[in-house]
């Protein structure tokens, strides 16, 4: 399975041969569950609502029982009433989901496939510009075709800093070291740019 090898400036420079994690089986039920999951474990789980008990309202009865033409009502903290307390509302929970590492691992790989046969993976050489402006790093993506997306640039190690400080501007542009990356990132991205390196570090993370 080969795919084009660019340079930074957009051009072509040969083939490279994929690891075979890029045409995985795709399960669509376990990226749902791992998309699922993922997203629920970003919640905070802070959402708090009163119950009568906890609303600051005296305790005495708003008119007596009989005789006044209105209906019975025993205190101001009831449910019914305006700013009374809330019935079943939202109380704080934890909200997060494990996901076995095996599970982690091969919704990683369906979802790389998915994006593989999208034709929307570019592999580079290498990414690099020589100043730290915004302007250099868009003109390197509208080079390689990816500008204007939600992209995804994935390193074996650190960002060069220029280039760290160039994309920091750019909307939906987020670089990724390939030790970090997971499979609802990777179906978020409407196109993934992988360094060479990243390509054979991401096969050794994917294969332990």
């Known amino acids: 399975m080969e795919t084009i090898i660019y340079n930074s400036k957009g051009q072509e420079m040969g083939k490279v041969e994929l690891p075979a994690l890029f045409n995985s089986e795709v399960r669509s039920v376990l990226l749902h569950e791992i998309t699922t999951a993922y997203l629920s474990n970003q919640r905070s789980g802070t959402h708090k609502t009163k119950t009568r008990g906890e609303v600051s309202f005296s305790g005495a009865k708003p008119w007596r029982q009989k005789g006044t ?20 509302g939202p109380q704080p929970r934890d909200y997060y989901i494990k996901m076995s590492k ?22 580079v050489d290498s990414v690099s510009i020589n100043e730290a402006k915004t ?6 993506m509208r080079d390689l075709k990816i500008d204007g997306r939600k992209t995804i640039f994935v390193f074996s190690k650190d960002a060069e800093t220029n280039f760290k400080l160039a994309v920091r501007n750019i909307e ?22 992988f360094t060479f390196d990243a390509i054979n570090a991401i096969n050794k993370r994917q294969s332990l």
């Open 69 to 88: 033409g209105n209906a019975r009502a025993g205190q101001k903290n009831s449910p019914l009433w305006r700013k009374g307390g809330i019935v079943f």
């Open 102 to 123: 095996r599970k982690k691992r091969l919704s990683l790989s369906m979802a790389l496939s998915v994006q593989f046969k999208n034709g929307n993976i570019v592999v």
């Open 135 to 140: 302007r250099k790093a868009v003109d390197l």
């Open 172 to 193: 939906n542009a987020v670089l990724k070291n390939v030790k970090n990356i997971n499979a609802y990132e990777v179906l978020w991205a409407d196109k993934l740019l």
